[in-house]
């Protein structure tokens, strides 16, 4: 399978998420004078949309970069890409459990969509580490060959955030309040792991076009 198709592919499985993410937004039924009150309770789905938005969105964007260093594919990385795939489609489960358990205030609640948003985002910073360590051992599927000194010191990225989200879900036995801080901060770190990967991708880039 060329390249190309899998990009196709993974293009249209983040498009598609990123757009029914929205679905859970169903104002209806609105009587008059209503709408500040609605608009106070969906207040947790709009921050969850916005936190699982950009999470998406960060993911598919380190997506893209990552088969810039991709050179061509073989079955392995089809298999870890589709894995990839699957479990960032989860996210949309994960936001809406949260969601639902955020409206209703129930602490229990609270406690375990936490820990299933955070095995969701433990599985898709696995699947990220899994393209990683793949890559560093097939030298042939890689497009940079200039990069190691730059790559060695971003390549425990996966691994950090799989840290950060292990905490999250150990805090939720006393608090609820710090497993919520501890998961978006795990999401913001995964945007600025994908800011230090396109960095290096971007070194190889000048690199390979200094030297053609």
Not at 58 to 72: A, G
Not at 145 to 167: F, G, K, Q
Not at 180 to 203: D, K, Q, T, W
Request: charged share 10%.
């Amino acid at each position: 399978m060329s390249k190309e198709r899998v990009n196709a592919l993974s293009d249209g499985v983040f498009a598609i998420l990123l757009t029914i993410l929205i679905l859970d937004f169903q104002p209806t039924s609105l009587a008059p004078g209503s709408i500040r009150a609605m608009l106070t309770r969906q207040a947790p789905l709009f921050a969850m949309y916005a936190l699982s938005y950009f999470y998406v969105g960060t993911s598919w964007l380190f997506h893209h970069d990552y088969f810039q260093y991709v050179k061509k594919t073989n079955r392995t990385l089809n298999v870890l890409n589709l894995f990839v795939l699957f479990t960032v489609t989860l996210v949309n489960y994960a936001m809406v459990l949260l969601i639902e358990a955020l409206t209703n205030q129930n602490a229990q609640d609270i406690q375990l969509a936490f820990i299933v948003y955070d095995a969701v985002a433990l599985g898709i910073s696995l699947s990220f580490l899994g393209l990683y360590r793949y890559l560093e051992h097939h030298p042939e599927l890689r497009t940079f060959t200039s990069i190691e000194s730059h790559y060695n010191r971003i390549r425990m990225d996966p691994a950090r955030s799989v840290a950060i989200y292990l905490a999250s879900a150990v805090a939720t036995s006393f608090s609820n309040l710090l497993a919520g801080a501890l998961l978006v901060a795990g999401v913001v770190f995964h945007f600025i792991a994908y800011l230090r990967f396109s960095r290096v991708i971007h070194i190889g880039t000048q690199h390979n076009t200094k030297t053609s």
